[in-house]
């Protein structure tokens, strides 16, 4: 049972990733799934979230109108589309779940699974 974050990579500032979280071993159907970045030597911290009991979404300001997060029921996968990304956007990006249909906010020690994480570089 894992979760498995891809989709990063290096980018040019005001370029665009789309990074995928995707589930082994069981469905993210009916669980609100975050996502977390950390930069090295600093505290991990939340992002963006969706719930799964009416598909609100919810962002931290400093990604507000530049990010989107979303689901693909079939595939049980989320999503996280950046744009205009910037130099401070660098971080390995996780995401996340703590098994209950709605965001909960982002205390991290919440969070059961785990995907292993994926690198987002952004060039100045």
Do not use: H
């Not at 990604?63 to 660098?90: H, W």
């Amino acid at each position: 049972v894992q979760l498995q974050a891809s989709g990063g990579g290096l980018v040019q500032s005001g370029g665009s990733l789309r990074l995928s979280c995707a589930p082994f071993g069981f469905t993210l159907k009916n669980y609100a799934v975050a996502w977390f970045r950390q930069v090295s030597g600093k505290e991990r911290e939340g992002v963006s979230c969706i719930e799964r009991t009416d598909g609100s979404t919810y962002y931290e300001d400093f990604v507000k109108g530049r990010f989107t997060i979303s689901v693909d029921n079939a595939r049980s996968t989320v999503y996280l589309q950046m744009t205009s990304l910037k130099p401070e956007d660098t971080a390995i990006y996780y995401c996340a779940t703590d098994f209950a249909p709605s965001c909960n906010g982002y205390t991290d020690w919440l969070y059961d699974y785990w995907g292993q994480g994926t690198q987002v570089t952004v060039s100045s």
